[in-house]
């Protein structure tokens, strides 16, 4: 045995034993950092529930996480899942916390009290979110502190607990064999599986209460939210100029190939709400204001007062890429923006329109594409029924021709008549072009890429689109052969998709389709392939397929 040169034997010895005592406590702090930071979450939660619907702790962050992401982040998330970038959003929040609960446990465990000090600064950073939003409440700021506080009220015991029955720490520092050399005896086994016990029952209560919690706060804002909304009850007035039919011939009734009217159940949704906005309309009013003669404030009812019109838009969004399904279309009743902004007059020097959504997103659209003959409406309905609260209930812009970063925003609530020069937007001010015009597009439907064909004859068939200029033609490329015509569908108008098909022969062994349109203006799809950013993807869509 070595001695140090005090000469008390056993410290050098003992050094390992500690050691690996610290090592065998790392994961019960650890794990008493979640339990900790879960509680305080489902504390925060359910106070949200109760005081402050809008100021969600886990809703605020990742509501500041989505502003403050840079524009490559949100179009990678996007490009990955689609539709579901915002539960991958809310997952990947709930990991980095885990996370960082974890490394406060650990810390608090051999630094106290900086575990603590880490877990309520959590709790700072949620206030900040919150009170930031833009449709921020007085009490915006209770659910994050409330969090913290309780997450940081737990960790201390939760960390003794875990001390006490998986390491030395809580009972002696001096590791057995030390004991004995310095005169002291290990504390007893039997009292060792009691800690233990006491610990695994207080951290897993702490889990579960708070998991419970958050369920809870979920399902109270779900029941408030249906209560609170009128839209079921709502009966939408009838158009006083309806759409013209849709015809027969516009649907080529194709297996898997997308519908030529999007049910609102399958219309995607993309936008910067981490958690839908809640609008009672009876609570809802838009106003147009800024380079304007008469300043216009209108209301819920006056809105449904006047003579509402039918039109059929696709819309799609700007991260889009070559062959996705950020794209759709429906049947939409509302009323002409550029009669709204004829009671406002416009000043001759504006050239833009600012809108702004009750979630304080904003969007550029150019002046002079809301007040010509396009159906650029303020929209209530859609596909026969009230907007769904997803979709911008009660009242969204709808715009053909723009991708919707520049026009499409939901929830409105107002109309900054301006310049491009004096203002930005949400989109703009991350690095995307002030202008959204919709690239002439088309795409594969069927065959699936990737799917197994049997040899004979099939079909190849998909979309193109190009809003408010039209499609005239499509061609379909096999192997790199000669350019097929496809046949069109009937179309609706030049502000929708239009299907189209080529029946095609198939042989057996892989194949590679490619598609291209032609727009009503003579220009043909480009093959140059270019990123969605900073105004929408080009290229072709091709696929490949085997048969057998």
């Known amino acids: 045995m070595f001695r140090d040169h005090d000469g008390a034997g056993g410290v050098l010895a003992a050094y390992p034993v500690v050691m690996a005592s610290r090592s065998r406590g790392t994961l019960p702090a650890a794990a008493a950092g979640m339990a900790a930071v879960l509680l305080g979450t489902g504390a925060g939660e359910l106070t949200a529930a109760l005081l402050a619907p809008g100021a969600s702790p886990l ?22 899942f689609g539709t579901g970038d915002k539960l991958a959003l809310a997952a990947g929040i709930v990991v980095v916390l885990l996370l960082t609960a974890g490394g406060a446990g650990v810390l608090e465990a051999r630094r106290a009290p900086w575990g603590r000090v880490v877990v309520l600064g959590l709790g700072v950073v949620g206030i900040a979110a919150a009170v930031t939003r833009s449709d ?113 011939a516009a649907e080529l009734g194709i297996p898997d190939l997308a519908p030529v009217i999007t049910p609102n159940a399958a219309f995607y949704r993309i936008d910067t709400a981490l958690l839908v ?48 399904d950020l794209i759709g279309n429906a049947v939409w009743l509302g009323y002409p923006i550029r009669d709204l902004l004829a009671r406002a007059v416009p000043d001759p020097d504006a050239d833009m329109v600012l809108s702004r959504s009750v979630d304080g997103f904003t969007a550029s659209t150019p002046l002079a594409v809301l007040t010509d003959e396009r159906d650029a409406i303020l929209a209530v309905g859609m596909n026969g ?128 389709l490619r598609c291209r349109a032609i727009g009503a203006r003579g220009e043909v799809q480009t093959a140059t392939r270019t990123p969605v950013v900073p105004d929408g993807a080009t290229g072709r869509h091709e696929i490949t397929v085997t048969v057998d």
């Open 59 to 80: 809703a605020a962050v990742g509501g500041a996480l989505v502003d403050l992401a840079p524009g490559w982040a949100k179009d990678a998330a996007i490009g990955l």
């Open 136 to 248: 921020a409440g007085i009490a915006a700021w209770a659910p994050s502190l409330i969090a913290g506080v309780v997450a940081a009220a737990a960790l201390g015991p939760l960390v003794r607990l875990a001390a006490a029955g998986f390491t030395d720490a809580g009972r002696s520092r001096t590791p057995v064999g030390a004991a004995e050399a310095i005169g002291t005896t290990a504390p007893p086994p039997a009292r060792t599986r009691l800690d233990r016990r006491a610990f695994l029952r207080g951290s897993g209560v702490a889990a579960a209460a708070g998991i419970l919690a958050a369920v809870g706060a979920a399902a109270m804002q779900s029941a408030r939210q249906a209560a609170s909304t009128v839209r079921d009850a709502i009966v939408l007035p009838r158009a006083t100029r309806t759409a013209a039919p849709i015809p027969a």
């Open 277 to 324: 906005p809640q609008v009672d309309p009876r609570d809802w009013s838009l106003r147009i204001h800024g380079l304007v003669a008469q300043e216009v404030v209108l209301g819920w009812d006056e809105l449904l007062a006047l003579p509402l019109q039918e039109s059929v838009t696709t819309l799609a969004c700007v991260s889009n890429e070559v062959g996705g």
């Open 385 to 512: 029924e009230p907007l769904p609260a997803d979709h911008g209930f009660p009242v969204r812009m709808v715009v053909p021709g723009l991708y919707g970063y520049v026009s499409a925003t939901k929830w409105v609530t107002e109309l900054e008549v301006t310049r491009f020069d004096a203002a930005t937007a949400y989109w703009t001010d991350r690095g995307w072009s002030e202008l959204g015009p919709i690239k002439l597009q088309s795409r594969i439907d069927v065959p699936r890429a990737g799917r197994r064909l049997s040899a004979g004859e099939t079909v190849i068939a998909g979309v193109a689109w190009q809003q408010h200029v039209g499609v005239t033609g499509v061609d379909v490329q096999v192997d790199g052969g000669a350019w097929m015509p496809a046949r069109l569908a009937a179309a609706i108008s030049a502000d929708t998709w239009v299907q189209w098909s080529v029946p095609w022969t198939a042989t057996a062994g892989t194949h590679r």
